[in-house]
């Protein structure tokens, strides 16, 4: 089993960066799958971009490719998500998830959750 907590949301303005960072507790962390989602008000949860245990594949979401970037270190437990050219619309919150295979999945497909962390990006 794995904990997740995420951290480093906030408020930016349009066009900025930010970069959440998710800290997993457990010494099996480099052995799951990552992602973020991302959830809107009155929106389901949808998928933004997920990373395998070693870090050599990922995927993102078409709405944030070029912009985003998800990465790991496995020493330090910790999955972070690179925001860049932030717009209104993603003003959400960003939750990590953990599952033991790496695929393009739904989120009922992910058995391990943050509780997440708000980022408004304003206009």
């Known amino acids: 089993q794995v904990q997740l907590v995420e951290s480093g949301g906030g408020l930016v303005q349009a066009g900025g960066s930010l970069r959440l960072s998710c800290a997993a507790s457990?010494?099996?962390?480099?052995?799951?799958?990552m992602a973020w989602f991302r959830q809107a008000p009155g929106k389901e949860r949808e998928f933004v971009a997920a990373?395998?245990?070693?870090?050599?594949?990922?995927y993102y979401a078409d709405s944030v490719k070029g912009r985003f970037t998800i990465s790991r270190d496995n020493g330090k437990n910790t999955v972070y998500l690179q925001m860049n050219s932030l717009k209104p619309e993603e003003t959400a919150v960003y939750y990590c998830?953990?599952?033991?295979?790496?695929?393009?999945?739904?989120?009922?497909?992910?058995?391990?959750w943050g509780q997440g962390t708000q980022v408004t990006v304003s206009s």
């Open positions: 457990g010494r099996t962390f480099s052995t799951y799958a």
């Open positions: 998830a953990a599952r033991k295979f790496l695929g393009i999945v739904s989120a009922d497909e992910y058995p391990y």
């Open positions: 990373i395998g245990w070693s870090g050599g594949r990922t």
